[in-house]
């Protein structure tokens, strides 16, 4: 899809911009792990674990190019998403949105998009949210149920073929 409306000037309400996803490249990296500080900061800062470092290096450490795809709006970079084999199916992790961009249907439309793929494969898929965190709600609305939990974090699982809304028009 090519982007119409440049990605911070989205209108108030629920207006969702044209998005695309294109594989990760290597280059990509520094970009992704700052957006991951920006996105993580409030509910990090919350939980009282936020460190300007860690967060960050969480990413480097863990960043697969293979595994994951970058959220493109309007030709810049909007967000990312990895989705990586699991022993019983596939997890689900670093799924960040810029906030400029969250709340307006974008994050529901990829997650929906990205599980159309995992039920074809007929596997579940997991993934942890933050303790607090809205984005519990976009998993939810999509089909996850609980786990477990621990003070920090939510543990999640969406079964194959479980519910996810219809695409808002």
Known sequence: MNAHIRADEIPPGRVRPEWRLRPAEPADLETLVELRA???RPDLERL???DERRVRQRLRDAFSPRDTAVIMVDDAVAGCVTVRPAEDGRL???FYLAPHLQG???GSAV???LLDG???DGVAVRLNVLQGSAARRLYERHGFT???EDPVDVFMVRRPG???PVPRA
């Open 92 to 94: 689900l992790e670093h």
């Open 162 to 164: 479980a519910i996810s």
């Open 111 to 113: 997650l929906r998009a």
């Open 118 to 120: 995992i039920d074809a």
């Open 38 to 40: 920006t996105v993580m």
């Open 146 to 148: 609980v786990e477990a």
């Open 48 to 50: 009282g674990r936020f």
């Open 104 to 106: 307006h249907g974008l």
